[in-house]
């Protein structure tokens, strides 16, 4: 296996335009750009996990979005592999070779699944369009990837509206799994969910790592969950990359007064312990127990 890092982004740029100033007496208007993702770089090894923090509007999202080539950035480079993954335009890359192994599982998955598909097809689809498998070793893939995520077979003639949203998140992942990923893209996979449920898909998601050597990047708000899943977390803040570390090091002895500032936030009781202090080790067997 190559010593190479699986993922490696360098000065990525991307902005939206804002409304036109208007100037030369409003006969022109000036173009106005926010810069979402401003000079973003850094590495990701095979097999790890990263955390991606920041408040909201921080510019999480459009930064995930570029790495699994939804969007275009303005410049910079994100090298999968030793794959340049930004020379080609998004609307390219859904075809592109190297797609089945860049996935990505989105916030609100009764959302991001097609109303009219039943949870068969929305895993059965980029199977079939990424791999190329048919017939009996199509529903073969989709049985074994329902299996992985703890789908039962009955669920998956039913259609989003009929599935609960712990179901509902457990098909958007086997639906991203079902190519073969080697790297995992989650954009709050679990925010829309209840506390409990959540509980199970993150055993689940810590659990699919381990099994299938995933390497994934992981954005949430909740720096609790970060420091269980993740090996490493990146902070963001208008754009940048503003802190990184080590996840257990990195709310402790925060370098940067805005990381001190999230870690503040996170909510403990009163003389206890941060999620994930001290007691990581039966924390995460405990939510593995949930799984
Ligand atoms: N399609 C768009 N057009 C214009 N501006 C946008 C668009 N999408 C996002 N933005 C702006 O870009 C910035 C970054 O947004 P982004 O959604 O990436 O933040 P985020 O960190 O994911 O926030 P949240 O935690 O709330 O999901 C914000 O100021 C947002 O208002
Ligand atoms: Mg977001």
Not at 101 to 128: G, K
Not at 225 to 247: A, K, N, Q, T, Y
Request: overall charge positive; glycine content about 10%.
């Amino acid at each position: 296996m190559s010593n190479l890092p699986l993922l490696e982004v360098r000065e990525l740029v991307a902005r939206y335009p804002l409304p036109g100033v208007p100037s030369f007496g409003g006969l022109v208007k000036r173009a106005r750009w926010l810069q979402a993702v401003d000079g973003v770089s850094f590495t990701l090894a095979r097999g790890e996990a990263v955390g991606l923090v920041g408040e909201s509007g921080c510019g999480k999202s459009t930064l995930v979005s570029l790495l699994a080539r939804l969007s275009d950035p303005v410049s910079g480079r994100i090298v999968f592999d030793g794959i340049e993954l930004a020379a080609q335009p998004a609307a390219l890359a859904a075809r592109a070779p190297w797609r089945s192994r860049v996935q990505m599982v989105f916030q609100d998955p009764h959302d991001s699944l097609d109303p009219r598909r039943t949870a068969f097809d929305a895993i059965a689809d980029p199977i079939r369009r990424l791999l190329g498998l048919r017939a009996d070793a199509l529903r073969e893939r989709v049985l074994t990837v329902a299996r992985r995520v703890q789908i039962g077979t009955d669920l998956l003639q039913r259609r989003p509206h009929e599935l609960s949203g712990g179901q509902a998140a457990r098909v958007g992942i086997a639906r991203a799994l079902g190519p073969g990923p080697e790297l995992l893209i989650l954009d709050e996979p679990t925010a829309a969910l209840d506390v409990s449920v959540q509980a199970g898909v993150l055993a689940l998601l810590d659990r699919l790592r381990r099994e299938l050597g995933l390497a994934i990047v992981f954005v949430s708000h909740d720096l609790g969950v970060v420091r269980l899943l993740c090996d490493r977390v990146l902070v963001m803040r208008e754009g940048r990359i503003v802190d990184e570390g080590p996840s257990h090091e990195l709310f402790d002895r925060p370098r940067h007064s805005y990381t001190a500032a999230l870690a503040a936030a996170i909510p403990r009781f009163p003389g206890g312990p941060l999620p994930g202090d001290g007691h990581a080790a039966s924390r995460r067997q405990a939510v593995r127990r949930s799984a």
